[in-house]
């Protein structure tokens, strides 16, 4: 049962343009969702969070978007860069955290 | 270091044998949590230590699997009689504060354990 969905599981993207990288949801009580990115070889990292209460984050280059009717988070990077290439995890958190399966995002030069 | 610290980083183990991981969480953050990565799946959870509470044990897959964590710090995780379908990576995670807590407290992740069972 998963409860948290990356559909796309690869992303290409030239550099300097925007990504996209998008993140569907089952359960409407969580209350947190947070994206994080992973190098190989390396545990995921934080990148951004939203809370339930909110539609949009930015955080420099970084803005994730929640529509919380279609239970859906998407993550956009603008612009992009090579050193953005890598995994992106969504993740929403009620009485534990639910992990998507990831989207391998490459930012070609 | 200041970052969670995870060992082995690679372990490779024959079918049957026992296998102990390691997490050195973040000093002060109270939550830990583990985790697995299999081939082309998510992050799944197995287990969070919070304080002293009991542990939530809801995610661990069988009872092969235990884990626990000493003084409020140091996390093992133990895989008695390994079977091939656990070959994964395990990561282990550590916050400040607890997840019910409004869940604005991000995780901290180590670099994993890559355990391949043979």
């Known amino acids: 049962d998963q409860q948290v969905k990356q559909n796309s599981p690869s992303l290409s993207v030239q550099e300097g343009r925007i990504s996209i990288l998008n993140c569907d949801y089952t359960?409407?009580?969580?209350?947190?969702f947070l994206w994080y990115k992973k190098y190989p070889a390396e545990g995921p990292t934080f990148l951004i969070s939203?809370?339930?209460?909110?539609d949009k984050n930015e955080d420099g280059r970084f803005t994730v978007f929640l529509n919380k009717s279609a239970k859906h988070l998407s993550l956009h990077i603008v612009p992009s860069q090579p050193g953005d290439s890598a995994v992106y995890f969504c993740?929403?958190?009620?009485?534990?955290?639910?992990f998507g399966t990831g989207t391998s995002l490459t930012v070609i030069p | 270091g200041a970052g969670v610290s995870q060992s082995p980083s690679n372990k490779v183990t024959e079918k049957g044998k026992d296998v102990e991981l390691r997490c050195d969480p973040i000093s002060g953050h109270t939550a830990l949590y583990w985790y697995r990565q299999s081939l082309g799946q998510g992050l799944e959870f197995l287990i969070y230590f919070q304080g002293n509470s009991a542990p939530d044990k809801s995610g661990l897959p069988s009872d092969r699997f235990s884990a626990e964590r000493t003084g409020g710090s140091v996390s093992t995780l133990t895989i008695q009689r390994t079977q091939q379908e656990d070959s994964a990576v395990y990561l282990c995670?550590?916050?400040?504060?607890?997840?019910?807590?409004?869940?604005?407290?991000?995780?901290?992740f180590g670099d994993g354990t890559r355990l391949s069972i043979l």
């Open positions: 939203i809370s339930s209460i909110k």
């Open positions: 359960n409407s009580m969580f209350d947190y």
């Open positions: 995670a550590s916050s400040v504060g607890s997840r019910d807590w409004g869940s604005n407290q991000p995780q901290h």
């Open positions: 993740a929403a958190a009620g009485n534990q955290f639910y």
